[in-house]
């Protein structure tokens, strides 16, 4: 069953069970979907790196709005793309494709031509490069680690508000909560994101 593109720019992909497609590598992600094009295979793979996509856009946009909106943005572009490439390390190549993404609409905001820069290709076999990645790749995980570690309330609120993209009233209506309710879930739930990384970082 192919997924329908309409429908991901709507509402992204479905939350993936957690779990569920630990056992399959990012590699025999991409080779299914290669094969098949069945747009199931690439939404399991861009689900595993929502968290990663928005800590990106977030570091370049500095506007929470924005970056859910360029998430969004960057998902189409990897569907449409991702198949003229042979990727090896899809993360990496994700990561530069979000990074491009944000520094062209940053240009566009700012006025200028974005034609320089549409076409850069920052290679991930620069040194300096490398360890940007994985510094920002330790952030995204502890940031992974410290949502599991929020209440129940909090944790559905926040993967709602961000990964979802739902406004405070839809969220409202689809948990039951008072719109007070999910505000409050949603700004304890992200002081305590911040403070959870802030305690493993110093413990790393």
């Known amino acids: 069953m192919k997924a329908s593109y309409d429908k991901v720019e709507i509402s992204y992909f479905p939350i993936v069970k957690p779990g569920r497609y630990d056992d399959i590598t990012d590699a025999e992600l991409l080779r299914r979907y290669a094969s098949d094009q069945d747009g199931e295979w690439m939404g399991i793979l861009l689900e595993r790196y929502t968290l990663l996509l928005l800590g990106v856009c977030m570091k370049y946009l500095k506007n929470e709005d924005e970056a859910r909106d360029c998430v969004q943005q960057i998902f189409l572009k990897v569907l449409s793309e991702v198949s003229k490439y042979?990727?090896?390390?899809?993360?990496?190549?994700l990561y530069m494709v979000a990074k491009n993404h944000c520094l062209m609409r940053l240009r566009n905001h700012a006025g200028k031509s974005?034609?320089?820069?549409?076409?850069v290709q920052v290679s991930t076999d620069d040194h300096?490069?490398?360890?940007?990645?994985?510094?920002?790749?330790?952030?995204?995980?502890?940031?992974e680690e410290s949502l599991e570690e929020l209440?129940?309330?909090?944790?559905?609120?926040?993967?709602?508000?961000?990964?979802?993209?739902?406004s405070y009233s839809q969220i409202s209506e689809k948990t039951g909560y008072s719109l007070l309710q999910v505000k409050s879930y949603i700004q304890n739930g992200k002081r305590n994101l911040k403070l959870l990384m802030e305690e493993k970082m110093r413990g790393s």
């Not at 974005?114 to 076409?119: A, G, L, V, Y």
């Not at 309330?153 to 990964?163: A, D, G, M, R």
């Open 114 to 119: 974005t034609k320089d820069i549409e076409h």
């Open 151 to 166: 209440n129940e309330e909090q944790k559905q609120c926040v993967i709602l508000f961000y990964l979802k993209k739902m």
């Open 128 to 143: 300096a490069e490398k360890l940007r990645i994985t510094e920002n790749e330790k952030a995204y995980s502890l940031l």
């Open 86 to 93: 042979k990727i090896e390390y899809f993360k990496s190549w």
